[in-house]
């Protein structure tokens, strides 16, 4: 079975600071990361992918992920937060077998970036 | 170019009677898939279809609920004799297939309410 566990569900941080948003996954085969925002009374967005390479990845808006193969996580960093950040941040996986996808998301961890 | 639409964006029904709800994808994607969010809960997968290939129905919750999709195009969500449960709002996803990207763009959702 596949699973994906985002621990927080509610982050609060003050503007400026840093933040991560934790991601935990559990696959019996390789997947691919994903980590999607939806800000308010918008629709999911990509905010960044691992597919395969350097486990360091880069995001739109300052964002960056590191895929940690041996702790199976995929935590969500940013170095220093804006208001425009507040929203609500969706930790996916997917794995392919058989010609299938199979695609996971998390219950999403709302940000709330205080000024 | 035009993104993922839904149809209709808002839906209020009464109990017992059936609903469909339209997805049209991106020109192109071969992969579709249709969510559900709850409020205040995460994606919670119901159906993908990946091309000509028989779908993956393993998320649908009941009989009630049922999908389909014309090629590679148009796909109708249909839910029977919708009970209260089943308000939420609806998502529907597209990308460009397996081995190609594995981005999904998703629609504004429809909401649905059952009263």
């Known amino acids: 079975a596949q699973s994906v566990t985002q621990l927080d569900s509610q982050v609060p941080v003050f503007e400026e600071a840093p933040v991560e948003l934790r991601c935990n996954y559990s696959s019996s085969v390789s997947v691919y990361l994903f980590w999607y925002v939806q800000y308010p009374n918008q629709g999911l967005q990509l905010l960044l992918k691992?597919?395969?390479?350097?486990?360091l990845v880069k995001g739109i808006n300052g964002f960056e992920a590191e895929f940690n193969k041996s702790q199976t996580s995929f935590h969500l960093r940013k170095p220093s937060v804006h208001i425009s950040d507040t929203a609500e941040y969706f930790c996916a996986v997917i794995s392919v077998s058989g010609g299938y996808q199979k695609v996971t998301f998390g219950i999403g961890t709302k940000l709330q970036v205080i000024p | 170019g035009a993104g993922v639409s839904q149809s209709p964006s808002n839906k209020v029904t009464e109990k017992g009677k059936d609903v469909e709800l339209r997805c049209d994808p991106i020109s192109g994607h071969t992969a579709l898939y249709w969510y559900r969010q709850r409020l205040g809960q995460g994606l919670e997968f119901l159906i993908y279809f990946q091309g000509n290939s028989a779908p993956d129905k393993s998320g649908l919750p009941s009989d009630r609920f049922s999908a389909e999709r014309t090629g590679e195009s148009v796909s109708t969500l249909t839910i029977q004799r919708t009970q209260q449960e089943d308000s939420a709002v609806y998502l529907c996803?597209?990308?460009?297939?397996?081995?190609?990207?594995?981005?999904?763009?998703f629609g504004p959702g429809t909401r649905l309410t059952v009263t």
């Open positions: 691992y597919l395969s390479g350097s486990t």
């Open positions: 996803a597209s990308s460009l297939g397996q081995g190609l990207s594995y981005e999904q763009y």
